[in-house]
């Protein structure tokens, strides 16, 4: 496909408010994982979901993320620091703050990965039953990157020399 071979810009500060994120604690056979999942945000007026390619596109490159199921680790893609977990995405002076439910903090320090997904559609509000259907959909269609990213208590460089 033209979209996995063309290079995204990782997307500036401004385009945070314009994804969504999800995130949960999945158990699985080999024990709970933190779970994060990016879609775009409600289009703004007179806007569709395609305008959001290019900056989705550039989180998920961003990330080393893959198109599933192609998927694949980037080391060092999630910063977690004092409670607050963020995406380090390749911007030279911005991250994605993560909003998380308790208790999902402490399993991603402790396992020290973290699935991330990022959504090219739409994602239609409802719980984790929703989620799981939309990734299944999207995994179908092509629409969905994923892959782990390993975990850093650490402040990016980045965050260092922001004025």
Do not use: K
Not at 14 to 23: G, L
Not at 114 to 141: C, F, I, K, N, T
């Amino acid at each position: 496909m033209s979209r996995t071979r063309a290079r995204y810009a990782p997307p500036g500060p401004e385009f945070a408010s314009r994804v969504a994120t999800a995130a949960w604690v999945e158990q699985t056979v080999l024990g709970p994982i933190g779970q994060v999942l990016i879609t775009p945000a409600q289009p703004r007026l007179a806007e569709s979901v395609e305008a959001y390619r290019p900056g989705l596109l550039g989180i998920a490159q961003g990330l080393g993320l893959a198109p599933v199921p192609e998927a694949r680790r980037r080391v060092c893609g999630m910063v977690l620091l004092r409670g607050v977990a963020s995406l380090d995405y390749g911007h030279p002076t911005s991250t994605l703050n993560v909003t998380h439910p308790q208790g999902w903090y402490e399993v991603a320090s402790s396992r020290g990965i973290v699935h991330v997904s990022v959504g090219l559609a739409m994602r239609p509000l409802g719980g984790l039953d929703a989620v799981q259907a939309y990734l299944s959909r999207e995994a179908r269609s092509g629409e969905l990157w994923s892959g782990v990213t390993l975990c850093r208590e650490s402040v990016p460089a980045s965050w260092l020399s922001a004025t």
